[in-house]
């Protein structure tokens, strides 16, 4: 593909030569205008592959927007403008591990690729410090329908606190993501459990910075829950920055560190 190096500018195209931005690149890309329309490659024997590869494809969105809805109490503040774009490459990575699958039809396991989902980042620049993470263990029990947060002596190192930040809280947040399998008659993706995007989230005191925290946050989905095989549960947990206003009043900093922790 080819891009704009130089700094000329211009409306509209040259001939066949089409330009465009990513929105979130600083490149100019160049392309020639043109080719197959819809119902040609929505009928045509030529376009086989694309159509399998253009139903995976919107099968792997369907499953981002829904990790992106169990996260949607760390939205946006905890996530770069690149999240959307890794966890869209993480969900296709997994897609294609189903080798049993039909091209087109091939299944999203998370349930069996969980080491994968645990490589996830949220924010390139935020997160939490080697000596934070020294201070932080987790557990769950077998139902997996809670997550216990244990901390011991944690103190947010100074070069990650934003500056004029007063108080800190730690986050425990738990998301349940569903596989997903392709349904011959709907014809497109859905998950393998209604229970899928549920979320619960627990924080712990608010704590003066400079002050080592010592505590437990539980956090657990609704009594009754049930998780099956077909689940998984992904921790995430972090640290936001607080400036006191009043007695009980505290604004949050977006800046904030945070990380998926664990996945099972």
Known sequence: MAYQTGSIRYLGS???IRNYRNAHKKKTYAGEKGGA???LIMK???FVRTRENMSEFKGCGLVVKAIRHGLYHLLPEHA???FTGRLVALVKMINLRDEAGTKGKRAISFSLNRPILRTLT????RKIDHQQRRSITTGHPASRAEATLTLNGLNPDTLHVPVNAQYYRVINHLSVISD???????????PCNAIDTMSAIAYSDYTALNTPLTATVNAAFPIGTILSETVTVM?????????KTGANEYIPFKAGSMMVYDVF
């Open 14 to 16: 040259f001939k066949s």
């Open 37 to 39: 329309n819809r119902n």
């Open 44 to 46: 045509s024997s030529v």
């Open 80 to 82: 770069d403008s690149q």
């Open 122 to 125: 949220l924010h390139e620049k």
């Open 180 to 190: 997903y399998v392709y349904g011959e008659n709907s014809r497109k993706y859905k």
């Open 235 to 243: 921790q995430c947990v972090g640290i936001e920055y607080y400036i």
